[in-house]
């Protein structure tokens, strides 16, 4: 039974309802936005593999960056291992984006906790620290724990 009822996961979907309104009031789309993340973080990747890694075909990965130069969001440089790829860079104006919506997000969550008191508001983001370490901690084991858990929901033993 999930207690939780997926709160966590419904507020912050509302969350990101907010940033992409906000992002698409700087002509950016979501999945624009995903590519400029997954740029900022991997500078220098290939159209290839950052097809591969959001799981878009060559012709999308192609168009999206385009539009993202155009927009100035985004730069290909030649590949010196492979001069008929293009390697990828994020410019400055990603990297303002990537802050303006880290500022929607805290302005966000402040408003949504302003019917908190004091003393509530500090529990509450305690419990969440710690929420968020253990998650973090079973991301980085590869979720063992919970795939473990998921394959006996699914196949359990018969004794």
């Not at 709160?7 to 509302?14: G, P, Y």
């Not at 130069?69 to 440089?77: A, C, I, P, T, V």
């Not at 990537?98 to 500022?103: E, I, L, P, W």
Request: proline content about 3%; hydrophobic content about 35%; overall charge positive.
């Amino acid at each position: 039974m999930d207690v939780t009822k997926r709160q966590i996961t419904k507020i912050a979907r509302e969350a990101n309802k907010l940033t992409l309104r906000m992002m698409k009031e700087e002509g950016i789309g979501s999945g624009e936005f995903d590519l400029i993340h997954l740029v900022r973080h991997n500078p220098g990747i290939s159209q290839k593999e950052a097809g591969q890694e959001l799981n878009m075909d060559k012709g999308a990965v192609a168009r999206r960056v385009v539009s993202l130069e155009h927009k100035g969001y985004m730069m290909r440089k030649e590949n010196p291992a492979d001069a008929r790829s293009r390697l990828l860079y994020a410019t400055p104006k990603a990297d303002s984006l990537k802050n303006s919506k880290a500022s929607v997000e805290r302005a966000f969550y402040a408003w949504l906790l302003e019917e908190f008191s004091e003393e509530e508001q500090q529990t509450f983001c305690r419990l969440l620290e710690k929420l968020y370490r253990r998650s973090k901690a079973e991301s980085r084991s590869g979720f063992v724990h919970l795939q473990q858990r998921l394959s006996a929901e699914v196949c359990p033993d018969e004794e």
